[in-house]
């Protein structure tokens, strides 16, 4: 009887331990989904910030690649106070995820110093 007593606590013990790394398996793969998509959101400014040519006001999306995922960057430029700034928000989400949820969102600013007007 004691013997299956102490089986029963075990169970119940290596139940709980199995739980908790399914949740802490689940937690790294969000957290790198989400790193992965800010590299994205970078990588977007970065271009966007490096480019001879000052971004026109609007929208704008692109599928991309990164670590093995496919992901879908949306960007939109919008005008500031100040004419000789733009405001720019990156928005990335799973390409195939149909729930809408952004992984990553940054918003910056770029100056025209230096540029060519958009064509």
Same mark, same amino acid.
């Given at each position: 009887m004691e013997m299956l007593v102490a089986?029963?606590?075990?169970?119940i013990?290596?139940?709980?331990?199995?739980?908790?790394?399914?949740?802490?398996?689940?937690s790294a793969a969000g957290?790198?989904?989400?790193?992965?998509a800010l590299f994205v959101a970078r990588n977007r400014m970065?271009?966007?910030? +490096? &480019?001879?040519?000052?971004?026109?006001? *609007? !929208?704008?999306?692109e599928d991309v690649e990164m670590g093995g995922i496919k992901w879908v960057w949306r960007t939109?430029?919008?005008?500031t106070p100040d004419p000789t700034l733009r405001r720019v928000?990156?928005?990335v989400e799973k390409k195939d995820d149909k729930s809408g949820v952004a992984?990553?969102? +940054? &918003?910056g600013f770029i100056?025209?110093? *230096? !540029?060519?007007?958009a064509p």
């Open positions: 089986v029963a606590v075990l169970a013990a290596l139940g709980a331990i199995i739980g908790n790394a399914a949740r802490y398996a689940d957290l790198r989904d989400k790193s992965i970065a271009e966007l910030d +490096l &480019s001879r040519t000052w971004p026109a006001t *609007g !929208r704008a999306n939109e430029v919008k005008t928000d990156v928005r992984f990553a969102t +940054l &918003s100056s025209n110093v *230096g !540029r060519q007007a």
